[in-house]
T-cell receptor
């Protein structure tokens, strides 16, 4: 069975500083990895995904993520954080050859960017 | 293109009652998944429907059920509500395939008293 871990419940950064939100995964086979963001009283919004190819994936709002197969990680990054980036971030995994509709999510990381 | 819509947005029910939640996917999306989000358990997969058939089911009791109509709209039903069913219920739609991202609705906030 696949699983996702987000080791930090909370990440605090100052505006303008780089940010990293960590994610590690455990699957059998090659993973398909996703990052979503959730703002208060909203559903999840897709940020970016890794399917295959270049290990550095660029997504919405200046976010990027680096896939590291040897460390089974898919950390979310942004070079310069904005106060408006403050939200709840979820990492998710899907596995090939399984039913498409099921994503396994991490527990989420609350990002707070302070002015 | 309109996003995923869920109705109602907020709901208050009493223990023992039943509830039906509705989800309209993005036009053209035939896969609809349901998730339960709670502070303690995070996002838990309930079930997925594709072309009116349930393709996948999570580890929830039989009180939780769903269905999908020919226009891809989906409903989920919870019978004999318990206090622990209080949660945000999220619906997500996607195109077919494991490579694609899901698009989430704003959720229905269910409170059971």
């Amino acid at each position: 069975a696949q699983s996702v871990a987000q080791p930090e419940d909370q990440v605090n950064v100052a505006e303008g500083n780089p940010l990293t939100v960590k994610c590690t995964y455990s699957v059998s086979g090659n993973p398909y990895l996703f990052w979503y963001v959730q703002y208060p009283n909203r559903g999840l919004q897709f940020l970016l995904k890794y399917i295959t190819g270049d290990n550095l994936v660029k997504g919405s709002y200046g976010f990027e993520a680096e896939f590291n197969k040897s460390q089974t990680s898919f950390h979310l990054k942004k070079p310069s954080a904005l106060v408006s980036d403050s939200a709840l971030y979820f990492c998710a995994v899907r596995v090939p050859n399984t039913n498409a509709g099921k994503s396994t999510f991490g527990d989420g990381t609350t990002l707070t960017v302070k002015p | 293109k309109a996003g995923v819509t869920q109705t109602p947005r907020y709901l208050i029910k009493t223990r023992g009652q039943q509830v039906t939640l509705s989800c309209s996917p993005i036009s053209g999306h035939r896969s609809v998944s349901w998730y339960q989000q709670t502070p303690g358990q995070g996002l838990q997969f309930l079930f997925e429907y594709f072309s009116e058939t349930q393709r996948n089911k999570g580890n929830f009791p039989g009180r939780f059920s769903g269905r999908q109509f020919s226009n891809s709209r989906s409903e989920m039903n919870v019978s004999t509500l318990e206090l622990g069913d209080s949660a945000l219920y999220l619906c997500a739609s996607s195109q077919e395939g494991v490579l694609v991202e899901q698009y989430f609705g704003p959720g229905t906030r269910l409170t059971v008293t």
